[in-house]
């Protein structure tokens, strides 16, 4: 691309939104209020490269929707000098009665939201970053498939009036204990064996994937954060890498509330004039991450009096559960305050 002077740079800003698709790209071009281009293009980047290099001129913004193709385009456009914004789907401004929907329409929503400033950002990590964090991903997936069998095992057993239940996981023990189970047929038993060999296989995965996690975790990369972390009581390696890996880094955030707030642990609100609602919690953000903290917050309540307290306080006038929600949100924020100051927590401390 050619070198873009200040002046250049002041005057030319061109704005491009794109559909992101499987087999497609859908681009449109907005300058000055006017649309340049609106064309749908096999997804290729050599195609977004003639683009480029035929707008070489401008001051080139570009975004697209966060989506299951990832950030390889991302990349490859802040490789090519394109300021670029990855939109959440669940943020975009939506026009009422709008009933048409279609790729070029798409490509020139967001190019029109884009040069008004009106798209909410994600934050992009770097590609070590997003590779180390499938590792977290994908043991919660093993967690869930294996408890996903738990219940198939759990479900056949009852529809079939077995007496054995499990109350917590399948050890050696029960899985022999149901396979030896007088009167089943051939094809029954071979059912079962099949669920519990399945059951086996994610659990010896599950292991290996923790080993992964617990090596990254003492890694040059992490093992000191990590170290800072697990100094509040209650959190363990798990916790600390996952929030490590999930959040961004913890300058992104102004304060320790934005962090809750980011993790959707903050009260929806419904207030006009001189009537205020607050409601339940957004919910927005990772909620696999919301969901450990609020794990952590029942231990940390234990080991740090402070907390408990507060804990007592919020409890007497709200109930036990937006309480425990409160710690989990204060939470949040400590581990934010001891990764910046690089100190270990100081239980007891009132924030």
């Not at 997804?43 to 950030?71: H, M, Q, V």
Request: proline share 3%.
């Amino acid at each position: 691309m050619e070198k873009i002077g200040k002046k250049t740079q002041s005057g030319k800003v061109l704005f491009m939104g794109i559909d992101v698709h499987e087999l497609t790209y859908s681009v449109s071009l907005f300058f000055e209020g006017e649309e340049l281009l609106n064309q749908q293009y096999p997804s290729d980047t050599k195609y977004l490269k003639r683009i480029l290099d035929k707008y070489s001129n401008f001051t080139i913004c570009a975004t697209y929707e966060a989506g299951p193709f990832g950030y390889g385009l991302y990349d490859w456009l802040k490789k090519h000098g394109v300021n670029v914004t990855v939109t959440p789907p669940s943020k975009m401004p939506v026009a009422p009665g709008e009933l048409v929907k279609t790729d070029k329409r798409d490509a020139r929503r967001l190019a029109q939201l884009l040069s008004g400033k009106l798209l909410k950002a994600v934050t992009v990590p770097d590609k070590k970053k997003r590779e180390d964090r499938e590792l977290i991903r994908t043991r919660d997936q093993l967690v869930k498939a294996r408890r996903r069998i738990f219940s198939q095992v759990q479900g056949k057993l009852r529809f079939h009036c077995l007496p054995i239940r499990n109350k917590a996981i399948i050890t050696k023990k029960n899985k022999d204990s149901i396979l030896a189970l007088p009167g089943m047929s051939d094809s029954l038993r071979s059912s079962f064996k099949l669920l519990l060999d399945s059951y086996e296989h994610h659990t010896k995965q599950l292991g290996v994937v923790r080993k992964e996690i617990l090596d990254l975790a003492d890694s040059d990369a992490y093992s000191p954060a990590v170290k800072v972390l697990t100094s509040i009581p209650g959190i363990g390696l798990i916790t600390a890498i996952s929030f490590l890996l999930e959040l961004p880094d913890m300058n992104a955030f102004k304060s320790n509330e934005h962090v809750g707030s980011y993790l959707g642990l903050t009260c929806s609100e419904y207030s006009s004039g001189e009537t205020q609602h607050q409601g339940r919690i957004t919910r927005c953000g990772n909620a696999r991450m919301r969901s450990l903290l609020v794990q952590c917050a029942w231990k940390v309540i234990v080991g740090d009096g402070a907390m408990m307290k507060f804990y007592e306080r919020v409890k007497r006038r709200r109930g036990g559960k937006r309480a425990i929600i409160g710690v989990a949100r204060k939470l949040s924020g400590r581990m934010r305050t001891v990764l910046l100051k690089n100190e270990e927590y100081q239980a007891g401390l009132i924030q």
